[in-house]
């Protein structure tokens, strides 16, 4: 098993509105995860069992598309199976490197987003906060 990792830092306040991880044959599993100004990390999504054979875009509901502050560091690992026990792979015994072919391997976590201003992010984080707190009061009664 092989690992790649990728990292961004978001330059903007951002809202992820969707993610479609990408493969190739070799490819196993992916984690989008945000490590947050503050040192905080929230794993964003993870896909296990990748099949190449079902290029999955999963697009998150608007309310619980995930929002983050700018400076966040978008952190993407991506894991690789060139071993016998990959139905898919062509040729365990060959090493594998970057590139289009099929044959060849890539990772790569295609994402929309979407940016904000300074107040249309606190406005949102300001309506996803009421509407946890009202959504926990209802569950109390």
Do not use: C
């Not at 016998?84 to 970057?98: I, L, M, R």
């Amino acid at each position: 098993m092989a690992m790649t990792e990728g990292f961004t830092v978001l330059k903007q306040n951002t809202v992820i509105e969707n993610f479609q991880p990408h493969f190739h044959l070799r490819g196993k599993a992916m984690q989008v995860e945000a490590i947050l100004p503050d040192g905080r990390r929230q794993v964003v999504s993870y896909v296990d069992k990748f099949n190449f054979n079902w290029m999955t875009n999963y697009i998150y509901d608007d309310n619980a598309a995930p929002v983050f502050p700018k400076g966040t560091v978008i952190h993407v690992s991506a894991w690789h199976d060139n071993t016998k026990g990959n139905k898919d792979n062509p040729d365990p015994d060959q090493w594998v490197g970057y590139g289009d072919r099929t044959v060849d391997e890539m990772a790569h976590a295609w994402m929309n987003v979407l940016y904000l201003t300074d107040d249309e992010y606190n406005a949102l984080v300001a309506e996803r906060k009421s509407k946890t707190a009202n959504a926990t009061q209802d569950q109390q009664q």
